[in-house]
Nanobody, 120 residues
Framework: VQLQASGGGLVQPGGSLRLPCAAS????????MGWYRQTPGKQRELVARINSGGSTNYVESVKGRFTISRDNAKNTVYLQMDSLKPEDTAVYYC???????????????WGQGTQVTVSS
């Protein structure tokens, strides 16, 4: 099982980016999917999460600006980031709790990280 994240880059304050993350491999089902971010010297923090039923939760600092969604047919989770601020600069990681075909319990998988830089 692999998670492939993309969509990062350099954007001006107030701009937007969309981060997709696709899961592939021997997947039976996917439970929660999420996006985390990390800056140097700090712990990785949860940005947004979406469960298999579509319920979402967000860290307070991104509420009203970021939207997480998923396409179950494509095993893909998206993070739409609007009104970006310099403090959103970080490496963004996607995660997914995946039940592999033939397994009993799901495991958490991580994408490779994508850099988002918000700067003028």
């Amino acid at each position: 099982v692999q998670l492939q994240a993309s969509g990062g880059g350099l954007v001006q304050p107030g701009g937007s980016l969309r981060l997709p993350c696709a899961a592939s491999g021997s997947i039976f089902s996917i439970n929660s999917m999420g996006w985390y971010r990390q800056t140097p010297g700090k712990q990785r923090e949860l940005v947004a999460r979406i469960n298999s039923g579509g319920s979402t939760n967000y860290v307070e600092s991104v509420k009203g600006r970021f939207t997480i969604s998923r396409d179950n047919a494509k095993n893909t989770v998206y993070l739409q980031m609007d009104s970006l601020k310099p403090e959103d600069t970080a490496v963004y990681y996607c995660s997914a709790d995946i039940l592999r075909a033939g397994s009993v319990w799901p495991s958490r998988y991580w994408g490779q990280g994508t850099q988002v830089t918000v700067s003028s």
